[in-house]
């Protein structure tokens, strides 16, 4: 059930690449939602996707941008300021990517180029976008920028290895240039702390299957689909969110805050008695 939430919003969505991509899930909650917006993902990731088929089915312009660069995201962010005719109210940033995971280097022998790619595709592009929307004042008063973050950021998970740093630097950034923007003129910066998702990135982490399933008996209310992260995403796009900034929002059916649970204990009573 749609109920206008963003109707007459401006925005940009970045990362949108397939069907199980938390940002495409995104694009079409707030298409149904009343907003118009521009889509946007590295060249190399387009061709990989199917982001035109979304633009198509959301009404929506595809500006190509290598988030990475400050030259592309100035094209992207005046383009969309001019097929959108104003300035933007809310921001998706959903990008990440490790090639020592791709390429299955363990954390105690990371390539440390890879490393920096890392940082620099999956962290400091956020403070790229948010750089370029603040010079160029692209932002609407008490608009809303995001980005996907994931729980490692705090904790370890082994397999996530350089990730874990990305997405710390990540948490970091949106809460130093939340201050920011929130001064200048009432933008709300926030993190969202996704359950483990099923997406073409998640399914290359090691043993993501098995964590899947771990989460999922850890958590509560069961691990957030990329369905129910598009929901919350889109209430904090919305007015009815204007004093909330700086936040790393756990989205996580409870998982972390859970120790442990009756379905953790069983499953261990029953290996130990095996």
């Avoid at 992207?76 to 791709?102: C, Q, T, Y």
């Avoid at 958590?219 to 369905?227: F, K, R, V, Y």
Wanted: glycine share 8%.
């Amino acid at each position: 059930m749609a109920y206008n939430l963003l109707k007459g919003k401006r925005g940009i969505i970045f990362g949108a690449l397939d069907s199980s991509s938390i940002a495409w899930k995104v694009a079409e909650k707030a298409h149904e939602e009343g907003a118009e917006f521009v889509l946007s993902n590295a060249p190399l990731a387009m061709r990989m996707g199917a982001i035109n088929d979304l633009a198509e089915q959301c009404n929506a312009q595809v500006i190509p941008a290598d988030a990475t660069s400050i030259e592309d995201l100035e094209k992207l962010v005046d383009g969309a300021v001019e097929a959108l005719g104003g300035k933007i109210d809310f921001v998706l940033h959903s990008i990440g990517m490790s090639p020592n995971i791709r390429k299955k280097k363990p954390y105690e022998s990371l390539n440390y180029d890879w490393f920096q790619k890392s940082l620099d595709v999956s962290a400091l592009s956020f403070h790229k976008v948010m750089n370029v929307l603040y010079a160029k004042d692209a932002m609407s008063d008490q608009g809303s920028i995001l980005a996907l973050s994931y729980i490692a950021a705090q904790r370890v998970f082994p397999d996530y290895t350089d990730m874990a740093q990305a997405k710390a630097c990540l948490e970091s950034i949106g809460r130093s240039f939340g201050y920011k923007f929130a001064k200048k003129n009432g933008v709300r910066v926030n993190t969202i702390s996704q359950s483990p998702t099923v997406t073409t990135a998640g399914k290359g982490i090691g043993g993501f299957n098995a964590f899947i399933d771990f989460a999922e008996k850890m958590s509560p209310l069961g691990n957030a689909t990329a369905d129910d992260c598009a929901d919350y995403c889109i209430t904090l796009f919305s007015d009815l969110t204007k004093k909330v900034t700086m936040q790393n929002l756990m989205h996580d059916g409870g998982f972390s805050s859970t120790g442990i649970t009756g379905e953790i204990i069983e499953a261990l009573e029953q290996g130990s008695a095996e």
